[in-house]
């Protein structure tokens, strides 16, 4: 094989990262926007020794999973990788994804794999969006989307399927506001221009919109705060389910989207977001729904709907009842929960509701303080909130002897850290509930837990991203010998 040769392939399956694999010419060769079962003619630009990329050239026999994408402008824009495979196939292929890592990386058996959880609409779903805004030159125009696929080319979005319709109308209306006013936008190779991105969260509960405009400046500049008040109150007069709008202060250099500092310009700072539970055994609490404050920074699940069908598998991880069926009915209280990576406190206050004592660790102080009124706004008081680095927490706790019933970890991409690790084994808590979102560091992750004590039970997939190729995950670990 070499660079620029052109092969028919048949797509076998789908890849980590959303690819396409073929494995028709010995080594896999990688391609982008096919379908498992399609046959296509594939150009390669990248040849190694034990594998290869290409591009398509044309597909020669479509896949029977190939549909037509809801999205106009889905060949071109990177914000979504399989809005032309039908939505089955991908939770298949997901599930299958994690499969692979668990065999290969975790050396486990791939059975303990469940089908994945699909959502009810695979459409409309992201309660959070964050665009990069550019300009055109010559007349000013204001344009924010994504950008394509393994570029910096910005794709002007105006109608997104896989969010609300309210937050299509309130980007439109930001970008010609902000063009009204004059804003200038943010050039990345010279640190000049004001706007850098348009980030929005949406509350299905309540259905409003918090709109965040992130500058390339600092908070105490007074005139610039008046500029972008009358930008944020006639904001507030044109999108009728806007709450508020904030402005979010980074002047620094790179590619991070926000910085530590935000003011409220207009209406509210914050929305609220509730989550209910789907199960009919669930405490009254949990039914009910537990309300989260949301400000500009804070880290939430994006998909509302699936996030209540993740913390009710995570539910049904903690007290080891599948399922949902059964009656209301009085659950035995676990002594002590952790919850490590505790964030706003998404999890800690969903399992107080079976728990004695919650023991919440986070690092990041806004979210900390967030966990905090989330907690003063549902009457919840048996959650203790620890600001400071989980695996210092964890270490401090084995030092004082404390001896947890049940720990759950959500991490972030990297995994546990392996002083965590060493941490979670000594606090020897009977069961482990592991909510992961990527699956090679889980399946390293498992293997070692595996490897001091513990028996991996059930794999739960759940699909909190559908049309991408993420892939969420609750699994559940009990200690042996318990």
Known sequence: MKKGETHKLRIA?????????????????????????????????????????????????????????????????GGCQWQHVDYAAQLEAKADILRQAIKHIGKLSPDLVLPTIGAVDPLFYRNKVQFPVDSVAATGRILAGYY??????????????????????????????????KL?????????????????RYSFAANRVLVTLVVNDLPDNAPL??????????????????????????????????????????????????????LNWAPELLRHGIKYQLSSTSFFQVNSKQAAVLLDQLLSAVIDRAGESGEPMSL?????????????????????????????IE???????????????????????IEAKVEDEALRLVAQGVKADVIVVDPPR???????????????????AYVSCNPATLARDLRILEDNGYKTKRIQPVDMFPQTYHVESVTVLDRQGT
């Not at 990688?30 to 597909?59: H, I, Q, W």
């Not at 991070?256 to 500092?261: E, K």
């Not at 919850?339 to 919440?360: K, N, Q």
């Not at 979210?367 to 009124?373: K, P």
Request: neutral net charge; glycine residues 8%.
């Open 414 to 432: 990297k995994g546990l850290h392996p002083s965590l690790v060493s941490a979670l084994v000594a606090l020897a808590p009977r069961r482990i």
């Open 225 to 278: 705060t008046k500029q972008l008040q009358a930008v944020a109150a006639e904001i507030l007069r044109e999108v009728p389910e806007a709450a508020g709008v904030c402005a979010n202060f980074n002047s620094t250099r790179g590619n991070r989207i926000m910085g530590d500092q935000v003011v409220s310009l207009a209406g509210d700072s914050h929305l609220i977001e509730v989550l209910r539970s789907n």
């Open 148 to 181: 394509k696929e393994g570029s910096h080319e910005l794709v002007n979005i105006k109608h997104c399927p896989v969010q609300p319709e309210p937050l299509d109308r309130a980007l439109d209306a930001c970008k010609q506001i902000a063009q009204k006013h």
């Open 363 to 385: 690092e990041w102080p806004a979210a900390v303080q967030d966990a905090a009124i989330n907690c003063r706004l549902n009457g919840i008081d048996n959650v203790e909130l």
């Open 332 to 360: 035995p209280k676990v002594p002590l929960l952790i919850d490590a990576y505790s964030g706003v406190g998404t999890m800690a206050l969903w399992l107080s509701a079976i728990a004695e004592r919650v023991f919440a």
């Open 13 to 77: 399956s789908l890849a980590p990262g959303g690819e396409g694999v073929s494995r028709d010419l010995g080594i896999p060769v990688f391609v982008n926007r096919v379908a498992p079962g399609d046959l296509a003619e594939v150009k390669l630009f990248d040849v190694r020794k034990d594998f290869a990329r290409g591009a398509v050239v044309t597909v020669i026999e479509p896949a029977a999973v190939r549909v037509e994408p809801p999205c106009k402008i889905f060949k071109v824009c």
């Open 184 to 200: 200038s936008t943010y050039d990345e190779q010279t640190g000049a221009g004001l706007l850098r991105h348009i980030a929005m």
